[in-house]
């Protein structure tokens, strides 16, 4: 058991959140008890995660997408009134990380995605802006239905791929999550391929024109595995239970 202030001490000396300007708060959203003995992660604070994670026993839940974005109603009522209440009620603190998330060199979405595609010699896409998120690194060659079938594999079965051409890739770019328009970074970089997780009617004429391959992987499907890999650092560090609750989504 430790204190919820030792949790998050070490989740923002770890991802540093004062250095982005992010779309909403990071770090601890929702207070809950003193003491943590169980950490679950999830990819989004849905009300699904929250039902599961208060049913295995949470004292404290870890996400990627939590409350109070920009520009939306801080009003607290209707579906959020109901999430909020149900933090509340089961004095269940909610700690969220957004971009400095995404980012991090070691747990980051990227990162954990890269490494499970087997990039190699990973360098940042935007080299010189180290808060903008999306890397790329090489694949020794392989087609591109060859990499469509790998990244199902690793997340989950649902993927779309958009040809650029009958080229062998070797130079694959990625950002996970809602990136599909760094897939023009990607061209200027000269790689032969960009994954994300969204799509867009743009992002289709865009790789078929330019000639580089855009894969969609899904949102939820590529940024499962940075939140779960910090949860696990993360419990082993402060001695503390953690699991990850998966609840997909089909975009």
């Known amino acids: 058991?430790?204190?919820?202030?030792?949790?998050?001490?070490?989740?923002?000396?770890?991802?540093?959140?004062?250095?982005?300007?992010?779309?909403?708060?990071?770090g601890l959203q929702v207070e809950g008890r003193a003491d943590v003995r169980k950490l679950i992660t999830g990819v989004t604070a849905s009300q699904t995660f929250l039902d599961a994670a208060i049913a295995q026993g949470a004292d404290a839940v870890l996400v990627h997408h939590g409350y109070?974005?920009?520009?939306?109603?801080?009003?607290?009522?209707?579906?959020?009134?109901?999430?909020?209440?149900?933090?509340?009620?089961?004095?269940?603190?909610?700690?969220?990380?957004?971009?400095p998330l995404d980012v991090h060199p070691q747990w980051g979405n990227n990162q954990q995605l890269a490494q499970r595609l087997g990039l190699q010699e990973i360098r940042a896409l935007y080299p010189s802006?180290?808060?903008?998120?999306?890397?790329?690194?090489?694949?020794?060659?392989?087609?591109g239905m060859a990499l469509a079938e790998q990244l199902r594999h690793?997340?989950?079965?649902?993927?779309?791929?958009?040809?650029?051409?009958?080229?062998?890739?070797?130079?694959?770019?990625?950002?996970?999550?809602?990136?599909q328009s760094m897939l023009q970074q990607a061209i200027e970089l000269g790689l032969d391929a960009f994954i994300s997780g969204e799509i867009s009617e743009p992002t289709v004429h865009l790789a078929q024109e330019s000639?580089?391959?855009?894969?969609?992987?899904g949102h939820h499907a590529t940024e499962r595995y940075g939140v779960q890999a910090l949860?696990?650092?993360?419990?082993?560090?402060?001695?503390?239970?953690?699991?990850?609750?998966?609840?997909?989504?089909?975009?």
């Not at 000639?211 to 992987?217: Q, S």
């Not at 419990?235 to 975009?251: F, K, R, S, T």
């Open 68 to 99: 109070f974005w920009k520009n939306e109603d801080p009003c607290l009522r209707g579906i959020k009134r109901h999430r909020i209440k149900t933090l509340l009620m089961a004095d269940v603190s909610l700690l969220a990380y957004h971009l």
């Open 211 to 217: 000639g580089v391959h855009y894969f969609a992987a």
């Open 1 to 26: 058991m430790v204190k919820l202030q030792q949790l998050y001490d070490l989740l923002n000396k770890t991802l540093v959140p004062e250095r982005f300007n992010d779309y909403c708060p990071n």
């Open 129 to 143: 802006d180290s808060m903008i998120p999306g890397i790329w690194g090489t694949l020794p060659a392989l087609s």
């Open 231 to 251: 949860g696990a650092w993360v419990a082993e560090q402060l001695g503390i239970e953690h699991c990850y609750v998966d609840c997909p989504v089909p975009v």
């Open 154 to 179: 690793l997340t989950g079965g649902w993927v779309q791929h958009i040809a650029g051409g009958d080229n062998e890739l070797r130079r694959i770019g990625l950002c996970t999550g809602a990136a």
